[in-house]
Each structure stands twice: as C-alpha cells, then as structure tokens.
C-alpha cells in the first residue's frame, strides 16, 4: 500500500470511530465530523484551525478554548447537543460541567486526536452557523484553508452568500463543479466581494486573483 493509500485507509479508520461514537455525541454531531473528516482527510488540523479561528473571532468559543478540547470534552459527556436549546448551551455545558480527563486526552493515539479534533471542529462550526444564521458547510472550511485566506476574506465570502441568499458553493466554484449559469452568478458575487474588501484593485486585477484561486 502506497503513501495515500495508508492515509486514506488511516482517515477511513478514523471516519469509523467517529460514527461508533452517534450514541455518545448525537446524530448531527456524528454526521458533521464524519464529512469533515472524509473532506479535510489528512489535513484535518489545518482545516480546524480556521474553524476555531473564526469562532473565536465572532466570539463563540473564547480566546483560550480549542476544539481539542471541546471535542474530547464532547466524548466524555452523556449529553449531546439535542438536550440544549442551543449550541452555545451545550458548548458552555461541556466547558463548565465537563473536567477533562488530563490522563486520557494527553496520552491519545492519533486516531483519538483526529476524532476528538472532527468532533470538536464541527461544534465550532455548527455554533458559528448559529451565530451568523446561515448554512457553512464543511467543504467551505476545507476550501478556504487550502486557499489560506485571510479573516475578511472567509467572513466576507459567508456574509456574500447570505446576503444574496445563495447557497454556499464557494467550494464547487472554485473545484469547477458548477454550471454555466450558476458559475457565472458566483464568480460576479466575488468580484463584488474583492471589490469592497480591495478597492484599490482593478476588475482585473480581481479576476486573475480568483482565477489564480480555482487554479491553487
């Protein structure tokens, strides 16, 4: 088995454990981490990264929460999301009614790290779907940290999707998965968006930073 072929098989394993873990940490929770992890695969630290950078930007997990932590915390708990009202409630349940077992988190395998680290991810990223109401799926993370963008880049491009009430297929625009008709009102939407977040760049200057972004 080649290089890829053991990282795919190790995040295969890891997709498992997650889905073993529904009685634990809820349905919702279980299908969100499952997509993050057959989406991001071995890149999975860096997608969360940006996750837990913009919860912490808009506020929804504090400067020194990690999703490490929350998702280990998540596995501890016998309580899931659908016993809140809230995402937020169950976040603070975990951070205030959960101690974390110091023994077991420090000496986790790494398929324990990368099912705590999904789990975790996705309670970030569902709480920040809650926050700004409106849908992120799990491939925009993934997108948007391969295409290392800035703060204002991924807030700007989630606000542009919203405001247009426009499904977020940053993802499929970028990947060349759209049609025509549906590529073309995207790639208008984020000219509009670099407009105003680069005013002093051209149209073309623009476009062939989008274009150099569906080549990256």
């Known amino acids: 088995?080649?290089?890829?072929?053991?990282?795919?098989?190790?995040?295969?394993?890891?997709?498992?454990?997650?889905?073993?873990?529904?009685?634990?940490?809820?349905?919702?929770?279980?299908?969100g981490a499952t997509k993050l992890l057959e989406l991001a695969g071995d890149k999975l630290d860096?997608?969360?990264?940006?996750?837990?950078?913009?919860?912490?930007?808009?506020?929804?997990?504090?400067a020194d929460d990690n999703v490490d932590d929350l998702g280990a915390r998540a596995l501890q708990s016998d309580k899931k999301p659908e016993d809140f009202d809230s995402i937020t409630e169950y976040i603070e349940?975990?951070?205030?009614?959960?101690?974390?077992?110091?023994?077991?988190?420090?000496?986790?395998d790494k398929k324990?790290?990368?099912?705590?680290?999904?789990?975790?991810?996705?309670?970030?990223?569902?709480?920040?779907?809650?926050?700004?109401?409106?849908s992120v799926p799990m491939d925009f993370w993934v997108e948007v940290s391969k295409q290392k963008m800035q703060e204002s880049?991924?807030?700007?491009?989630?606000?542009?999707f919203k405001e247009n009430k426009t499904d977020n297929n940053f993802s499929d625009y970028m990947n060349g998965k759209l049609d025509f008709k549906d590529e073309q009102k995207t790639g208008d939407l984020l000219v509009d968006m670099y407009q105003k977040l680069e005013p002093d760049m051209s149209i073309e200057e623009i476009e062939d930073k989008i274009m150099r972004m569906e080549a990256n």
């Open 1 to 31: 088995m080649g290089l890829w072929g053991a990282v795919c098989s190790f995040v295969s394993s890891c997709v498992s454990a997650v889905s073993s873990a529904v009685e634990v940490v809820g349905k919702a929770l279980v299908t």
């Open 46 to 62: 860096e997608v969360t990264k940006v996750i837990e950078m913009i919860g912490k930007l808009i506020d929804v997990i504090s």
């Open 93 to 108: 349940h975990l951070k205030n009614d959960i101690e974390l077992d110091k023994e077991a988190f420090e000496k986790a």
């Open 112 to 134: 324990e790290q990368m099912v705590r680290k999904a789990v975790g991810g996705t309670i970030v990223a569902k709480s920040i779907e809650s926050k700004l109401d409106t």
């Open 153 to 160: 880049e991924i807030m700007a491009t989630i606000d542009t």
